[in-house]
């Protein structure tokens, strides 16, 4: 079966720490995201990636890194330098960088921080 | 700055009553428009609409885009409990700034 998976689902931190969120396709499309979303809000995006070995900052990138060594995965890291970390996050994926009413989204993270 | 808005931002009816959710735009280029359903987790594609007039159709749910007035509407009919769920709305750019702009969705939710 052909899908975006994310881990863990749900995801408990204590402040100051840094955690990594996985997110793996096996549809081989070359283009990968990173979306928060907040209660009542729409989705931003964090960071995106068109391509193995690249990706670029979207709208909310501060405080979180990523990277994509493999086409098939496009972790990211929540740093201790993000203030409000405590969000659903999204990964979602296309055959290539564009194609957003082709994109597939993962299950979501809810991440908590305390 | 870009932007999308919904509204309402939340509803609540009863089974068989007829909504209509509505998504106004300011970008400064437009491509297409796109309706999401989330149901707890990952949003689902519904419609992607680009052309103004004319109404995208998926059984009980149908769309359509005013590109002069800069809106797009979402119709359910005849709505289910099953049609609970946030209903997101994104503006899809062009120009050299791909990317989508997203509303804060419209809550719905169906009661029995």
């Known amino acids: 079966d052909g899908g975006i998976t994310q881990s863990p689902k749900y995801l408990f931190r204590k402040e100051g720490q840094n955690v990594t969120l996985s997110c793996e396709q096996n549809?081989?499309?070359?283009?990968m995201y990173w979306y928060r979303q907040d209660p009542g809000q729409g989705l931003r995006l964090i960071y995106y990636?068109?391509?193995?070995?690249?990706?670029q900052k979207g709208d909310i990138a501060e405080g979180y890194s990523v990277s994509r060594e493999k086409k098939e995965s496009f972790p990211l890291t929540v740093t201790s330098a993000q203030k409000n970390p405590t969000a659903f996050y999204l990964c979602?994926?296309?055959?290539?960088?564009?194609?957003?009413?082709?994109?597939?989204f993962g299950p979501g993270t809810r991440l908590t921080v305390t | 700055e870009d932007k999308v808005v919904q509204s309402p931002l939340s509803l609540v009816v009863h089974e068989g009553d007829t909504v209509t959710l509505n998504c106004s735009y300011e970008v400064t280029n437009f491509r297409s428009l796109l309706w999401y359903k989330q149901e707890k987790k990952a949003p689902t594609f519904l419609f992607m609409l680009t052309s103004s007039g004319i109404e995208k159709k998926s059984g009980r749910l149908s769309s359509i885009l005013d590109k002069k007035e800069l809106f797009s509407i979402l119709n359910i009919t005849a709505t289910q409990t099953g049609d609970s769920a946030i209903y997101l709305c994104a503006v899809d750019l062009d120009g050299g700034s791909e990317k989508l702009v997203f509303g804060k969705g419209t809550k719905l939710t169906v009661n029995p």
């Open positions: 549809l081989n499309h070359d283009a």
């Open positions: 990636s068109q391509i193995v070995n690249d990706f």
């Open positions: 979602a994926s296309s055959i290539r960088f564009g194609r957003f009413y082709e994109q597939y």
